[in-house]
């Protein structure tokens, strides 16, 4: 399990866990995404098939960056630098 950020603006597209997702390949091995938007944030929650929690971020940051990189209604967002997410507890 491996929780990220996206910061941005305007408001998340309604339909952004459907946007991500089209990104996903089956060499990624992800097997469930959660989104919950929370104003100009939207916290991520993705479940990853790996050998070690490092791949598994490795993958989930690349499969974030291949999303925003190819989704023109995701240009203006990023995924939010680590000092900027605080501890994760926020999540729960």
Known sequence: ???MR???T???PDDLRELLTAHFDSADRIEHLWTRVDGDRVDLVLFVLAECEAEALL???AVCLRAIAHTPRLAAW???DIADAGDGSEFW
Do not use: D, E, H
């Open 1 to 3: 399990m491996i929780t």
């Open 6 to 8: 996206l910061v941005g």
């Open 10 to 12: 305007p408001a998340a």
């Open 59 to 61: 993958t989930a940051r």
């Open 78 to 80: 990023r995924l939010s």
